[in-house]
């Protein structure tokens, strides 16, 4: 069986890429990094299976899932995607896809999954299947979305009380910068409020970034809702013996939040954390460390209304991340934003 493997970020590339040609009976003929260059490669060399991600440059997966159905009907499609939302899901699913995993199971799913798709039968992360997502496509969920959207993971300022825990991994400053602009820029201006645990240099940088977005930056920092601390000096209030302490942590980032909630003015006030403490702890290299902020984190979003986004300057750090290591911080997150 003859496969193409579509991600844009070469540590999961290389993970599935490998997996699937451990197979016998399965033939990687090609990795792209590209929506748009998907479907053309598809058309071209007209393959059994594609892995296919969501959050893809130029062409966002699930309108290239719908291209590659015009131009190689045969084709049977797996989405493979740390995506969680269950609408985002349906609609992958919508395309005719056959498949849906998250990237965080796909250890122990990748073989079954790819297994029951080229079988003519569906599958799904069993964390999803749980919802009814193993059921028939729903054909008026595609008419729900703005196509071009769906790629986006970093968490929206509605009143959704989901709490999310996303991840950036970032190949320079300057992607990094744009999403916190982002991220910190769109709570603040929905009246809601943020705090940004960061290096000085991408504090400093920040805050021009937020006045040109549109953001009173002195306003924020005046009423209470833009707080932004040093995340070296946050590592040292809340590490013990070089591990992130729990009732440190849990008090220092709960007593900000309540803070910063109260002089949020939003109707469904939330707070947006952007933090680079892991980052720091991971290039130190104390990844048990960075693993167990990651799971305190999770703890947080329990407890608080907030969003989460953790970055980490992979393109500033001499040497690659190691596979098993991405993986476990990918595990800890409702999703994965690579730039």
Same mark, same amino acid.
């Given at each position: 069986?003859?496969?193409?493997?579509?991600?844009?970020?070469?540590?999961?590339?290389?993970?599935?890429?490998?997996?699937?040609?451990? %197979?016998?009976?399965? %033939?990687?003929?090609?990795?792209?990094?590209?929506? *748009?260059?998907?479907?053309?490669?598809?058309?071209?060399?007209?393959?059994?299976?594609?892995?296919?991600?969501?959050?893809?440059?130029?062409?966002?997966?699930?309108?290239?899932?719908?291209?590659?159905? $015009?131009?190689?009907?045969?084709?049977?499609? *797996?989405?493979?995607?740390?995506?969680?939302?269950?609408?985002?899901?349906? +609609?992958?699913?919508?395309?005719?896809?056959?498949?849906?995993?998250?990237? @965080?199971?796909?250890?122990?799913?990748?073989?079954?999954?790819?297994?029951?798709?080229?079988?003519?039968?569906?599958?799904? @992360?069993? @964390?999803?299947?749980?919802?009814?997502?193993?059921?028939?496509?729903?054909? %008026?969920?595609?008419?729900?979305?703005?196509? +071009?959207?769906?790629?986006?993971?970093?968490?929206?300022?509605?009143?959704?009380?989901?709490?999310?825990?996303?991840?950036?991994?970032?190949?320079?400053?300057?992607?990094?910068?744009?999403?916190?602009?982002?991220?910190?820029?769109?709570?603040?201006?929905?009246?809601?409020?943020?705090?940004?645990?960061?290096? +000085? @240099?991408?504090?400093?940088?920040?805050?021009?970034?937020?006045?040109?977005?549109?953001?009173?930056?002195?306003?924020?920092?005046?009423?209470?809702?833009?707080?932004?601390?040093?995340?070296?000096?946050?590592?040292?209030?809340?590490?013990?013996?070089? *591990?992130?302490?729990?009732?440190?942590?849990?008090?220092?980032?709960?007593?900000?939040?309540?803070?910063?909630? $109260?002089?949020?003015?939003?109707?469904?006030?939330?707070?947006?954390?952007?933090?680079?403490?892991?980052?720091?702890?991971?290039?130190?290299?104390?990844?048990?460390?960075?693993?167990?902020? $990651?799971?305190?984190?999770?703890?947080?979003?329990?407890?608080?209304?907030?969003?989460?986004?953790?970055?980490?300057?992979?393109?500033?750090?001499?040497? $690659?991340?190691?596979?098993?290591?991405?993986?476990?911080?990918?595990?800890?997150?409702?999703?994965?934003?690579?730039?």
């Amino acid at each position: 069986m003859r496969v193409i493997v579509v991600e844009d970020h070469e540590k999961w590339r290389h993970f599935f890429s490998t997996a699937l040609q451990k %197979q016998p009976e399965l %033939q990687v003929i090609g990795e792209v990094s590209d929506g *748009l260059e998907a479907v053309q490669k598809a058309q071209e060399l007209q393959p059994d299976l594609i892995l296919l991600d969501i959050g893809l440059p130029t062409l966002n997966g699930i309108e290239a899932a719908r291209r590659i159905r $015009e131009v190689s009907p045969a084709s049977k499609i *797996l989405f493979i995607s740390e995506n969680r939302s269950f609408d985002i899901v349906r +609609e992958a699913l919508s395309t005719g896809a056959r498949g849906y995993i998250l990237k @965080s199971d796909a250890a122990s799913e990748l073989m079954p999954a790819v297994k029951a798709v080229l079988e003519g039968k569906r599958f799904v @992360s069993a @964390s999803l299947a749980a919802h009814g997502l193993n059921g028939p496509p729903d054909p %008026q969920t595609g008419a729900r979305f703005h196509r +071009e959207n769906l790629a986006t993971l970093i968490p929206t300022q509605g009143v959704d009380t989901t709490s999310q825990h996303v991840v950036g991994f970032y190949s320079n400053d300057q992607r990094l910068l744009d999403d916190l602009t982002h991220f910190v820029g769109a709570a603040l201006k929905a009246g809601n409020a943020a705090i940004v645990a960061a290096t +000085e @240099s991408h504090r400093t940088r920040l805050l021009p970034r937020l006045q040109a977005y549109g953001v009173d930056v002195d306003a924020a920092i005046e009423h209470g809702r833009y707080i932004a601390l040093d995340a070296a000096e946050t590592l040292s209030a809340i590490m013990v013996n070089d *591990l992130p302490d729990p009732v440190r942590f849990l008090e220092l980032l709960g007593d900000l939040i309540v803070a910063a909630t $109260e002089a949020a003015k939003g109707k469904h006030p939330r707070v947006s954390v952007f933090g680079e403490c892991v980052h720091l702890l991971w290039a130190q290299g104390k990844v048990e460390a960075a693993i167990r902020m $990651e799971k305190l984190g999770n703890k947080l979003t329990k407890i608080h209304d907030v969003d989460i986004l953790c970055g980490y300057s992979v393109g500033s750090v001499e040497g $690659e991340m190691d596979d098993h290591v991405f993986q476990q911080i990918c595990a800890e997150h409702s999703a994965v934003h690579s730039r």
